[in-house]
């Protein structure tokens, strides 16, 4: 059973089943929507379109680019300007929530703590542990 929910592009009630983020208006309008994309995508010369150009030529919404991107609707492997942007930093990337840049820095991160902790685990050992010296 769906919940009750406001669209969030026309603002209507509709019944939320976890499928859909939309009201079924507003999926069949972003539906045809996707079919103009994609006619101009298909298009030899569009194919290396950015999304501003897309935009332009079009007149979709660059969230919902963003969207139809995320979910592998417009697969950057075939139109290889398209991307969505990157939950830290908002340049373009094409899977995950973090771009190349933002990943390497979070690892790099996570590395120089992973060190950190392994040497304070050292040091606590030594101070607890007990000490042999050689005297001859």
């Known amino acids: 059973m769906g ?17 859909r983020e939309v009201c079924n208006n507003c999926a069949l309008n972003e539906e045809k929507l996707y ?30 680019l963003h969207k139809w991107v995320r979910k592998g609707r417009l697969q950057p492997a075939l139109f290889p300007n398209l991307g969505y942007p990157c939950d830290n930093c908002g340049s373009l990337t094409t899977q995950g929530k973090l771009c190349k840049n933002c990943t390497e820095e979070l690892k790099s991160g996570l590395r120089q703590f992973d060190a950190a902790q392994e040497f304070r685990e050292k040091v606590s050992n030594h101070e607890n542990g007990t000490y042999h010296t050689d005297r001859k």
């Open 35 to 64: 079919e103009i994309v994609y006619r101009f995508l298909r298009k030899r010369e569009n194919r290396a379109a950015t999304v501003e150009r897309i935009v332009e030529a079009t007149g979709v919404e660059e969230t919902l």
């Open 3 to 19: 919940e009750l929910k406001n669209c969030p592009s026309c603002g209507e009630f509709f019944n939320y089943t976890g499928i």
